[in-house]
């Protein structure tokens, strides 16, 4: 009697440690798993593959790929020559929730940005879509004379949440800028060389108070569409990137 106790304790004990195993075997997995998911190379290096106008079939001329950066060649004008209008997406995937990783640098004074859930049949992205700011703050101030809105700076999320100025490190004019977006439904981080400069709740009571009583409050569409295209917009203002890619979440 006293052996057979002693085999079902062993016998327990084996299966214990063997399910504590399977256990961490399988959520290392998981773990694995999601490190895992594959990065989509927006943009390949060498053409504009992939890319084609908001609204349109084919890729603007002042689109285009030199020494290996996704460029937008034209003559930066003010604030108050603005046109614009050749804002383009990436077409070929709509994207729900990610996390997207740019490398970007403008000129002195440039303006551009990172828009998302972008919907076709508006007047231009902005009108639907979250835009994460990019900018030349100071060079922007100088070569307008104004000043700019904290919601208007690099890295806000324009018009609606501003960037934490004491973690926020804006590299000058011509060097170049890493950018992240962290999308989901519970939280969107905007990142910028390495920091987390803001974060906020979409579709939130404080989400909407600051919709409906800013800037989009006349823009019914605005973030309505939880799943769209990436877009890169043109105010006029040469940009390069370098580094555009994204994984789902």
Not at 155 to 182: C, F, H, Q, R
Not at 218 to 242: E, N
Request: hydrophobic letters at 30%; one cysteine or more.
């Amino acid at each position: 009697m006293e052996k057979i106790n002693s085999k079902t304790k062993i016998f327990s004990l084996l299966t214990f440690f063997l399910g504590i195993t399977l256990i961490f075997k399988s959520c290392k997995e998981e773990k694995s798993s999601k490190n895992d998911i594959q990065w989509i190379n927006l943009f390949d290096g060498k053409t504009t593959n992939g890319w084609r106008v908001y609204n349109g079939d084919e890729i603007p001329k002042k689109w285009t790929v030199v020494d290996g950066n996704l460029t937008f060649s034209t003559k930066l004008k003010l604030e108050d020559e603005f046109s614009g209008g050749g804002d383009i997406i990436y077409y070929k995937e709509e994207f729900e929730n990610f996390e997207l990783y740019v490398e970007w640098k403008l000129p002195k004074g440039g303006n551009s940005g990172i828009l998302y859930h972008v919907k076709e049949g508006f007047n231009s992205p902005f009108d639907v879509s979250p835009e994460y700011q990019l900018l030349d703050d100071d060079g922007w101030e100088e070569i307008n004379n104004a000043k700019l809105e904290d919601w208007q700076k690099a890295g806000a999320d324009y018009a609606m949440y501003t960037p934490d100025e004491n973690k926020k490190k804006l590299n000058p004019y011509g060097e170049w800028n890493t950018s992240k977006i962290v999308h989901t439904e519970k939280k969107v981080e905007h990142w910028l060389n390495g920091e987390l400069i803001l974060s906020f709740v979409p579709q939130s009571e404080d989400w909407y108070e600051r919709k409906n009583s800013g800037k989009w409050k006349d823009y019914p569409d605005y973030a309505k569409f939880k799943k769209g295209y990436i877009a890169l917009q043109d105010h006029d203002s040469p940009i390069w990137f370098r580094v555009i890619k994204l994984r789902p979440l």
